[in-house]
């Protein structure tokens, strides 16, 4: 069925009192963007619902794409039609039919914002209702958890129509919580701690270190094709890329094996926190769950967050892999994290990395490099790029062999 309009409901918005407008003016923008090549679509954010016009867009691909936009609770697809008694009853029954199968239950659910329309809210549910009973043997009312609940808007423009409510992705709208810095390896848990961010409001721009020739260009394409898919919750994330090289050999040559991995993550923090800086985010945001590896011990937190007094949000510090796992999954960036191209921190990995590091030897050992230049060579570096939906190596190939056909 193809439908003339979308409503919006916004669940956690509807508690942010005089915030309020600006949660609903971001996740307005939000939508927009998502659905930018729907060029006779119209967007409007009113205090209580959304409302987006289709003019003839297909309804359901604009369904699909709201999938994953954050701040959205739930949403419904919609049929206008005249103010007109016969046609509304004729619309209600087309729409209970098509959900209908035998023992379902239903109700109508009528709202009146014309409050000068003549039927009110109990006359439109019983006029409906009787002519439901009338063209659908076996169905039955039920007014607590029916099956199918027909939700009726008599406006001054028209009356609205919806019967199926998609549950949307939740949270905030991306960009009402500010900017930040997400650490993307190319495993499985920073894409998920970046989804999770995403989720709370935080517009993400991905920080990935690069060490070639130890790493190999599969490394870093898997990286960006994380960063694609989540993309999927923003419309674009900025993929910044830092040369890492020859940090990784200073330290490998100066710093004692057992605290290899500990002044490698501060100099990874130090230069998060100064791209932060310089693109003005408000955070660092890692996928570090606590007492997975030697890095992520508390011992190991508290010397390698010494450099920075930024927040680091870390989404997943609490959760065991089979729940990461599974988020991952849901977001589908696993099959992607398990691909066998190592990233810079599994490439220089000491056998034996301290799991209770010092704070005075792990400042100690930094001493001894000269930071501030390796530090500002690397910034030198950096290649930013901008990655949108889609931009897979895999859809990529899929565009060059269907050329080809």
């Not at 046609?87 to 379902?104: Q, S």
């Amino acid at each position: 069925m193809q439908y003339d309009e979308v409503m919006i409901r916004y669940g956690e918005l509807s508690t942010k009192g005089k915030n309020k407008k600006i949660f609903i003016k971001q996740l307005a923008h939000n939508v927009k963007f998502a659905l930018h090549d729907f060029e006779a679509l119209k967007v409007h954010g009113e205090r209580d619902r959304m409302h987006l016009e289709l003019n003839g867009s297909d309804s359901d691909a604009v369904l699909e794409r709201l999938e994953s936009i954050f701040g959205i609770q739930t949403y419904s697809p919609v049929r206008r039609i005249e103010r007109d008694l016969e046609l509304v009853k004729k619309v209600a029954v087309e729409m209970i039919k098509e959900l209908y199968t035998e023992g379902k239950t239903f109700k109508i659910a009528t709202r009146r914002s014309d409050h000068d329309y003549e039927l009110d809210t109990n006359d439109m549910n019983q006029l409906l209702g009787a002519e439901i009973f009338s063209k659908i043997e076996g169905i039955k009312v039920q007014m607590k958890k029916p099956d199918i609940t027909l939700r009726v808007e008599i406006r001054n423009e028209g009356f609205f129509l919806s019967s199926r409510t998609i549950l949307g992705a939740g949270g905030l709208p991306v960009g009402s919580s500010g900017r930040g810095m997400l650490m993307l390896s190319g495993g499985i848990d920073s894409p998920v701690a970046g989804y999770l961010t995403m989720k709370r409001g935080v517009d993400i721009e991905a920080v990935h270190f690069h060490s070639p020739p130890y790493t190999s260009p599969r490394a870093l394409q898997k990286a960006k094709d994380l960063a694609a898919k989540l993309a999927a919750f923003s419309g674009s994330v900025q993929f910044i890329e830092v040369p890492f090289t020859e940090i990784q050999e200073e330290i490998k040559k100066i710093v004692p094996e057992g605290y290899l991995m500990t002044v490698t993550r501060r100099l990874m923090m130090r230069l998060t926190d100064r791209i932060r800086e310089e693109r003005k985010g408000l955070a660092i945001i890692n996928g570090e769950s606590l007492g997975q590896v030697a890095s992520q011990t508390l011992h190991s937190m508290i010397a390698i967050n010494d450099v920075t007094a930024t927040p680091v949000i870390r989404p997943i510090i609490s959760m065991d892999k089979n729940e990461i796992i599974e988020i991952a999954q849901k977001i589908d960036t696993f099959e992607l994290s398990i691909q066998p191209f190592e990233d810079c921190c599994t490439i220089f990995a000491p056998p034996s990395p301290k799991t209770q590091p010092k704070l005075e030897k792990a400042r100690k050992y930094e001493s001894r490099l000269d930071v501030e230049g390796l530090i500002e060579r690397a910034m030198n570096g950096l290649v930013i790029t901008k990655i949108t939906v889609g931009d897979t190596l895999e859809a990529q190939q899929k565009a060059d062999f269907s050329s080809l056909l």
